[in-house]
């Protein structure tokens, strides 16, 4: 599913019209990159949550030079979908 | 953050009733999980994908009698950030842009 396609559901199950509701859709988007920025979790009951996790940096190598290099501390968004969710999908066939 | 807070900011920013940013946020959310739960993947360009990916299944032991079990085949959830987000996170004020 597509950014576009949420937008149209939005749209038609709420009487907007195309820039409200993609307006709608870009302000949920950004706010909850925001949070994870800002580190505030997110949580969703019956989705998941999303959170920054902060991992050191270490040494690697360029595996085409085998030259070692410092890869830097970096921070990754993660999901953890809730339980819920993970349920409702094992359950359905296909 | 949770989905109260969703519908407060766009009540604030678009003017729309808090009572009906609400019902927004739910059905924002309750359409992903309807398109998850049929196997279908979520895009959200700037943000990232939520994908269904099939695991095998596999022997696995009982930790605590050591006895072998076969886990069964299941469907795992899996989000991948888009390139643009992960640079959000990892920006600094220095300038320093580190390799993602």
Redesign the interface.
Known sequence: ???SE?ED??GE??KLDKV?SK???N???E???D???NN?????????S?F?KTYDSYNGRNPKTGETIL?????????R?SKD??T???K?K? | ???K??AN??NK??GISLK?TS???D???D???K??????????????S?K?QERKSRLGRNPTTGDPIEIAE????V?R?SKN??K???YKSDGED???
């Open positions: 599913m597509l950014k949420l559901i939005i199950e709420f409200l307006n709608v859709i302000i949920l988007v706010s909850m990159i949070s994870i920025k505030n979790r997110i949580e969703i009951r019956g989705f998941g999303f920054p890869v830097p501390e970096k921070i990754l968004p993660i999901f979908p969710l993970i409702k999908l094992n359905k296909g | 953050m949770t989905k807070d969703l900011i766009l920013n678009l009906e019902k927004i946020v059905k924002f959310f359409t992903i999980v398109n998850l739960s049929e196997g279908k993947d979520i895009k959200l360009p700037g943000f990232g939520i269904i299941r469907k795992a959830i989000f950030p987000l992960k959000k996170l990892n580190p390799n993602v």
